[in-house]
């Protein structure tokens, strides 16, 4: 049986997903359900998919409705995942930052395979 020592990295990014104010874009302008889709790409890859944590680090919204945000990673993968915003209804949001954290298994380069 094979065996491998692995270690546990962390990577993190930051990412403004959109500036729709800038020009009248469907999160500013638009109503009822809509959704913003970005792919980030790991420096490296993970060993397999890892726990990713998303977080809003800038809200830019228009104070005239209530706030809604939903603010998630979908699609992981060892090599990267896709950050999606939602809001619906009458929300306008201008703009949102997210930062994200990646925790899960990586080469270790000091392990030995010894079979």
């Given at each position: 049986m094979k065996r491998f020592s692995g270690t546990?990295?962390?990577q993190q990014g930051t990412r403004i997903l959109f500036s729709d104010f800038a020009h009248d874009g469907a999160m500013w302008t638009g109503s009822g359900p809509r959704e913003v889709r970005r792919t980030e790409t790991f420096s490296e890859p993970f060993l397999a998919p890892p726990a990713?944590?998303?977080s809003v680090s800038m809200w830019?919204?228009?104070n005239?409705?209530?706030s809604r945000i939903?603010?998630?990673?979908e699609n992981i993968t060892a090599e990267g995942f896709e950050?999606?915003?939602r809001t619906w209804s009458d929300s306008?949001?201008?703009r949102i930052r997210a930062d994200w954290m990646a925790i899960g298994a990586t080469q270790d380069d000091e392990?030995?395979?010894v079979i």
């Open positions: 546990l990295g962390v990713v944590m998303v830019d919204i228009d005239k409705a209530n939903d603010l998630s990673a950050i999606v915003c306008r949001i201008a392990a030995w395979d």
